[in-house]
């Protein structure tokens, strides 16, 4: 329960977050949220507890390298191809033998630093060092934690191991980039 100054309001909390860093969700009913949100802001702004938005959260989800539906997953992409754990030779589990179905995989997620000037952003496509289209971005941005323009994309499950030079074409204009080891961040670092 947390309690607001003048109504208490039952609340879930679960250990969870996407954003790279211990956090906490919570979870309350809709018509008390506002009240939820302005009694966490009373009680934080002594330390200087500030809201953030969807841009702030993403930016951190990418710095950490959580994949997010809709841009490192979708209904084309296996869990594999993803770089999530799939222990394909133990118990069974709905949706096993799809992704075993599907073979070996052709892509894998890696991360790019940008090294160039510009930032690579979802959908721009990765080049190799002859300016052949060898994959494409799926979410990248400046990450200000990290201090340079990070992404990760999907390219060829082989060659293009990390310390590869490739390059991003963001709106016409090349822009150089390394592939790097995922996660960019971890907690603690």
């Not at 790279?20 to 002594?46: H, K, M, S």
């Not at 994949?67 to 869990?79: A, F, R, T, V, W």
């Not at 052709?106 to 990765?126: F, M, N």
Request: hydrophobic share 40%.
């Amino acid at each position: 329960m947390a309690d607001t100054g003048t109504q208490k309001i039952n609340v879930i909390i679960s250990r969870t977050g996407y954003t790279g860093e211990r956090g906490f969700e919570l979870y309350c009913r809709t018509e008390d949220a506002v009240d939820l949100w302005n009694a966490l802001l009373w009680a934080g702004e002594g330390s200087g507890l500030i809201p953030c938005g969807l841009g702030a959260r993403d930016t951190l989800r990418l710095e950490a390298s959580m994949p997010l539906y809709g841009h490192e997953m979708n209904d084309d992409i296996s869990p594999v191809e993803a770089g999530l754990p799939c222990k394909l030779d133990g118990k069974d589990f709905i949706g096993k033998q799809a992704i075993i179905s599907r073979g070996k995989p052709s892509v894998r997620r890696v991360g790019l630093k940008v090294t160039g000037r510009g930032i690579a952003r979802e959908q721009c496509p990765v080049l190799d060092s002859a300016g052949n289209v060898i994959g494409r971005v799926s979410s990248g941005t400046f990450c200000p934690f990290l201090g340079f323009a990070a992404a990760m994309a999907y390219i060829p499950a082989e060659g293009y191991e990390v310390g590869t030079e490739v390059a991003v074409d963001v709106r016409g204009r090349k822009v150089e980039a390394v592939v790097v080891s995922l996660p960019f961040y971890k907690i603690g670092q």
